[in-house]
């Protein structure tokens, strides 16, 4: 069984900046993927960023230039750092994986940001 755990959210003062973390455990063959997305009150969930295996990311229009997503591969850890956070980056992020072809979420960290 995989499981996926978040930290690193909560309140913040619009232009400033947080930094999630997820790690991964379990049995753990090969991550292909590992990623955050986030969910507002009343909307659907959304992808924020996505990093490969190989390296390549990718990023929403929104966050892109404000927020760096990272992976550790050895410690099977995946981060975000988010800077010039603005109010409507307030949501619910939600850590994801993809190993041996099926995906797996975290139960989400609350990222809310104050005008």
């Known amino acids: 069984q995989v499981q996926l755990v978040e930290s690193g959210g909560g309140l913040v003062q619009a232009g400033g900046s947080l930094r999630l973390s997820c790690a991964a455990s379990?049995?753990?063959?090969?991550?292909?993927?590992m990623g955050w997305y986030r969910q507002a009150p009343g909307k659907q969930r959304e992808l924020v960023a996505r990093i490969f295996s190989g390296g390549s990311t990718n990023y929403a229009d929104s966050v892109r230039g404000r927020f760096t997503i990272s992976r550790d591969n050895a410690e099977n850890k995946v981060y975000l750092q988010m800077n010039s956070l603005k109010p409507e980056d307030t949501a619910a992020y939600y850590c994801?994986?993809?190993?041996?072809?099926?995906?797996?979420w975290g139960s989400g960290t609350q990222v809310t940001v104050s005008s």
């Open positions: 379990g049995i753990i063959v090969r991550i292909a993927a």
């Open positions: 994801y994986a993809l190993i041996s072809g099926t995906d797996y």
